[in-house]
């Protein structure tokens, strides 16, 4: 869980026998591996308000869906509090 007990989700990078490698889309390196055990299942799309955006896992849209999530990593962290305030009305 990450703050706030929110759960924050990664794309899975890498599988072995030594557990999952994921990595953020708005993180430059991938995370340390973790167990098999610690994913808790599959994001196939995002809901905010009544908007709802799917996330391929393949194809030509997922290197764009990347993209989208670096730029948003960059241009977020100064709108979280608007964004957040928005959010709770």
């Known amino acids: 869980l990450g703050v706030n007990g929110r759960i924050w989700f990664h794309r899975v990078v890498a599988t072995s026998d030594a557990g999952v490698?994921?990595?953020?889309?708005?993180?430059?390196?991938?995370?340390?591996?973790?167990?098999?055990s610690a994913v808790l299942g599959r994001v196939s799309a995002?809901?905010?308000?009544?908007l709802q955006v799917p996330?391929?896992?393949?194809?030509p849209s997922a290197p764009v869906i990347r993209r989208?999530?670096?730029?948003?990593?960059?241009?977020a962290p100064p709108l979280r509090p608007l964004i957040d305030r928005i959010a709770r009305v």
């Open 68 to 75: 989208l999530g670096l730029l948003w990593g960059r241009v």
């Open 55 to 59: 996330l391929p896992r393949s194809g």
């Open 21 to 36: 490698q994921t990595r953020g889309d708005t993180n430059a390196k991938a995370d340390a591996p973790v167990p098999k």
């Open 46 to 50: 995002v809901a905010w308000g009544p």
